[in-house]
Every structure is written in C-alpha cells, then in structure tokens.
C-alpha cells in the first residue's frame, strides 16, 4: 500500500522537528500565509507536518532558526519564497485512473456528445498534482476519439511548480503504472529503463499524450481564473477538502462559470458542496452538472 507522501512527512515530523522546534505563534503564523495566500486551512494537529516541510526548506537555506526563515518568508519581495513555501506545505498524492467510475463516466459522457455532432472538447484538470490525473485523462480521450474526426486540449494545472515540473516530464516508476492496463501503457507510455536494471523500470509519456496537455500554475484560491471557457468537463478533486467554505464557495462559483451549459464537474469522492450555493445538478455524489 502506498503511503501517500502527507503520512510519511507527518512521521517525520514527528521523529523530527528541526533545529527550531515550532511553537504555537510561529505555526499560526503559518496557517495564515498559506490561508491568506492560497486559500489552504491548515487546522491544528498540523504541527509536525508543517514543521517537517518547513525545515526542508531551511535546510536548503542553510538556516538554523524558524523565526529567521519566518522573518524571510515575510519580506520577500521577489515572491519566490513564498511560491517554494507553498510548494513544501501542499500535498501531491494521487495515482493514475484515481476513483475511476470518473474516467468510465467521462468516457460515456464524451461518447454521449460525439453521438449528437461535437467535435471539439475542452477539459480542466484543476489540481494536477504529478501529471497521473491529467494524463489519465489524456488516454481516455485519445480512445474515446479514435476513429473520431475530432480535437480535444487539456488544461492542467497546480499551485506547485515544483509538482508541475515533474507532470512536465511525465516520468514513472513500475509501481506507480500499476493500474495502467498494458495497453494503454504501450500506445501512450515508453521504457526509459526495463526491470531487472537497478531501481526496476521506468516509464515516460510519449510524445502522443504529451501533446494534449498544457500544464500552468495557478492558485485556486484566487479567482478569477484567466480562462475563458465554455469547458466541457472539469476535474476538481481532493483539493477543496483543503479550503474553508468561503474559498470553496468562490472556487465552485467560478468552475460553473466557466463550464458550457451541460458541462460536467468532478469531485473527490470524500468531498461534497453541500453548504454551497451552486446552480450546478448533482448526477451523483462527485459528479455535477451545468443545467
């Protein structure tokens, strides 16, 4: 079973605190730049995880007290700090076909269009962590259209550039293909290195899937969001379960503005807008439609 990678930085955070054991002012300060500046509720209990991620950081800084990284993080005019901040406290866990009754309906949904003369889609994948959501997309599209005269772009994107640097590349280990069925491995996948060489193989996305994608950062805490629309689908999952009310109820309000009117919404399964002033038609406890 894989630990995803908040359970293994909670544990180190609890074996570990740093230099600079983090007290509680310091660590409200915290919650407030991540709330403030990306809409991330950091509740209590929090401690060791921020303070296992923070200390990576002031690691690479060379620094040995949390109140002199505090007080860089506070003044930094350039931005950047703040970006690399945001970068450590978010978590990326995901896998490839993650809840996949998603992606057999997507997969139903774009037929259900191809059947009435679309030919054109457009998809967001909203927080696409290491690139196994989106790209997961891809290959369902790609044979869903075939054999289609049809188009489609995705748009993914991630507050972590670091997260999206490795979507970019699109490279995986063995484990982390496991539910790829073998053949989409070999229509959308190739071997960087083969098992038996140390480490087991790895693979990339080819060039096939790559070309579909445009990967961009962008906060969602922050709407509105530079996108244009109408979007056919929007994937938003096992990210508002981070956000508070207020920054959920600004992000569903812009995702349905965006959306084409019958356009579809995707959910965490763990997640829900109950408490949300939507006109978005729930089809089914994670999916939502645009009436």
């Not at 230099?19 to 919650?31: G, L, N, P, T, V």
């Not at 401690?47 to 990284?69: F, G, H, N, Q």
């Not at 509105?224 to 508002?240: A, E, H, Q, W, Y």
């Not at 356009?263 to 978005?280: K, Y």
């Amino acid at each position: 079973m894989l630990m995803s990678a908040e359970d293994k930085l909670d544990l180190i955070g609890k074996l570990d605190f740093g230099a600079s054991r983090m007290d509680e002012k310091i660590f409200k300060k915290f919650c407030s730049i991540a709330y403030d500046k990306a809409g991330i509720n950091l509740k209590e209990g929090k401690e060791a995880l921020v303070s296992a991620r923070v200390s990576k950081r002031m690691r690479t800084l060379r620094m040995d007290d949390i109140r002199e990284y505090m007080h860089f993080l506070e003044n930094d005019e350039t931005g950047t700090e703040l970006v690399h901040f945001l970068d450590a406290i978010s978590t990326n866990f995901t896998h490839f076909y993650r809840e996949k009754d998603h992606f057999d309906y997507l997969e139903k949904k774009i037929k259900e269009w191809l059947s009435v003369g679309q030919k054109r889609f457009r998809i967001w994948s909203a927080a696409s962590s290491s690139g196994e959501e989106p790209y997961s997309i891809v290959m369902t599209m790609l044979d869903t259209l075939e054999g289609y005269n049809s188009e489609f772009k995705l748009l993914a994107t991630d507050i972590s550039t670091k997260i999206l640097n490795k979507a970019i590349e699109g490279v995986y280990d063995s484990e982390r293909i496991e539910p790829v069925p073998k053949v989409q491995r070999n229509k959308y996948m190739f071997k960087l290195k083969s098992e038996g060489e140390e480490d087991g193989a790895i693979y990339q996305m080819n060039d096939r899937a790559k070309e579909s994608v445009v990967f961009k950062r962008l906060n969602l805490s922050q709407p509105p969001f530079p996108m244009k629309g109408p979007l056919d689908v929007i994937f938003c999952r096992n990210v508002m379960i981070y956000f508070d009310r207020i920054v959920r109820q600004k992000l569903v309000g812009e995702m349905e503005r965006l959306l084409k009117p019958g356009g579809i919404l995707m959910i965490g399964h763990t997640e829900t807008l109950a408490g949300i002033q939507t006109g978005l038609k729930i089809l089914t406890p994670s999916i939502y439609q645009k009436c």
